[in-house]
């Protein structure tokens, strides 16, 4: 299901009962929870980052029920970042202020909440899931799963090291080694790269919509002493995002003067110039954010997709040796903005029907469609959908299916994003009534140095383009190339060359070593032809406490 090696390589093999691929909080509460059940059956955790949290990116406000059943003492020693959510503010914001909603939406009101880092909290699981007896390998990148005869996974390999950017091997090529499990079960996050391929080659979305995602671009800030009320939660909609697009922001008071804000934005808008990275700056600078910033300094910065199809979106879970959980499954609750407790649930649940089944994946559909983790989407699932129809009919919408707790005798459908861009031409181009820009950072370069992904140069180009032909003549005509506004990071560029003749032509440049693996690419590329695959083991961003 991947390209094989054109000779034979002799691999190292190693052997579990349970191989877990991504030690976000599914993978990690999965593998904890199987060893709190059985400590005889051996798990191994293999995270492609270069440390554990490095890669993971949230908001993040926790529900902390889920992480009370896995861990019923972790409030005695929670992780580094933790601060108690104690006041929400929901806000409408135009061009010049905004206007306070009197009362917030259930779903965003935090009362006994947790603010937390997600990556440090990833960080903070991995040692207790280490003193269970789990094995975590972080800087192993699985680059493909392997299968037996009759298909049934029985493991990933891991990819190869020291291969240069021409597929030749450096001198420190090391051939990834095969990792053998009776179930492995993926927990790769939002557009799991191998998982897009088992979903393919076993139909797992037969029945389901297609999956829909959002980008979230987030930064940690220092902030000048006095202008940071610990536990205050604020989030925005409106400006600058047009009545067409579905955005909004975070904003997140922690403690140490520190503030975590971010904005989103739903991937399937139709406005072939919107760029996501800049509808972020801009809300930085809205005379009611901008003030809580001047002065103050970027810690971090990252971005990364969100998945948003919910209920009617869910593939298949389960396959012949193998099975999904947390955001790989699609578990988050938008409205709410939260996943990390669906995610904890589902890791939870899948270690109890695998420690009751003698690790059989066989029935796990069935149990994850019956949980608390589905009946909480299956309440919310009209609510994203109802803003394609715009900002103020998917409020009104949202408005019916809170008060009647999602009893709708209807589902509204979900839609790919890739195919909602409209064309150049056809988009009325809406007023984007941006203002000047004064903080931080000035451009998508000086974003990603915030970000400190790191990849070496010479290795090959781990986002793969089908027929880059398609992208300096039928995209350039139709879309204006969208992928040079999309990317959070700059990594595609259309550039002109000059040949000995005079003549010019246009080629697409990747730069990959910007990539922060936010998987843009992969979903909004209106032809389909972007593929993002694991670049090697540890690359990527290193992100601090995002």
């Known amino acids: ?123 903070w699981l991995a040692p207790q899931a280490e003193a269970l007896g789990v094995e975590i390998y972080p800087g192993f990148a699985a680059a493909e799963t392997l299968h037996s005869d009759d298909g049934t996974v029985i493991g990933v390999r891991i990819g190869d090291m020291g291969v240069a950017k021409d597929g030749s091997h450096k001198p420190g090529y090391t051939a990834g080694i095969d990792i053998r499990a009776k179930v492995t079960v993926l927990a790769e996050g939002a557009r799991g790269h191998l998982t897009k391929r088992l979903v393919k080659r076993f139909e797992l979305d037969r029945d389901s919509d297609p999956q829909a995602y959002s980008i979230g671009i987030k930064e940690l800030w220092q902030v000048p002493e006095g202008r940071v009320s610990p536990g205050k939660i604020v989030h925005t909609l409106g400006w600058p995002a047009d009545n067409r697009i579905y955005g909004g922001s975070f904003l997140y008071h922690l403690d140490n003067n520190q503030i975590a804000l971010g904005y989103v934005s739903g991937l399937d808008y139709q406005d072939p110039d919107y760029k996501p990275w800049e509808a972020f700056q801009q809300w930085k600078n809205h005379p009611l954010i901008a003030p809580l910033l001047e002065g103050g300094n970027i810690l971090s910065a990252g971005a990364r997709a969100i998945v948003t ?149 010479d290795q090959p180009v781990h986002l793969k383009v089908a027929d880059t032909s398609i992208c300096v003549t039928r995209c350039t005509e139709e879309y204006g190339n969208p992928c040079t506004r999309f990317c959070p990071a700059g990594v595609y560029e259309i550039v002109e060359d000059t040949a000995a003749d005079g003549s010019r032509h246009k080629r697409l440049q990747i730069n990959a070593a910007n990539c922060v693996h936010c998987k843009t690419c992969d979903i909004k590329d209106p032809y389909e032809i972007i593929t993002w695959v694991t670049p090697e083991g540890g690359s990527g961003p290193n992100y601090q406490n995002l």
């Open 309 to 457: 199809g919910g209920w009617q979106s869910l593939p298949k879970v389960e396959m012949p040796g193998a099975l999904l959980i947390g955001d790989t499954a699609g578990l988050l609750n938008v409205p709410k903005i939260k996943g990390t407790h669906q995610a904890i649930r589902s890791g939870m649940l899948a270690a109890d029907h695998l420690a009751a089944n003698a690790l059989a994946p066989a029935g796990f559909d069935a149990k994850l469609r019956a949980s608390d983790a589905m009946a909480e989407l299956k309440k919310v699932r009209n609510i994203k959908p109802g803003f394609k129809k715009g900002l103020w009919f998917g409020l009104l919408n949202g408005a019916w299916e809170t008060a009647t707790g999602g009893l709708s005798p209807w589902t509204l459908k979900v839609t790919p994003d890739w195919s909602s861009l409209d064309k150049l031409g056809q988009h009325e181009r809406p007023k984007r009534d941006y203002v000047d820009r004064s903080l931080a950072p000035r451009d998508r370069l000086q974003g990603v140095y915030y970000a400190a992904t790191e990849h070496d140069e």
């Open 1 to 123: 299901m991947t390209d094989a090696p054109q000779a034979p390589v002799e691999r190292d093999v190693m052997e579990y009962d349970v191989v877990t691929v991504g030690a976000g909080p599914a993978g990690l509460a999965f593998a904890i929870r199987l060893k709190q059940l059985n400590p005889e059956i051996s798990v191994c955790v293999i995270e492609k980052a270069s440390t554990i949290g490095a890669h993971i990116l949230s908001g993040a406000v926790i529900e902390p029920g889920p992480l009370d059943a896995l861990l019923p003492g972790w409030r005695d020693a929670p992780p580094p970042i933790c601060v108690p959510a104690r006041e929400d503010e929901f806000w409408f914001f135009n061009k010049t202020g905004g206007r306070k909603f009197p009362i917030v939406p259930p779903g965003m009101r935090n009362h006994g909440n947790f603010i937390v880092s997600l990556g440090a909290m990833c960080a």
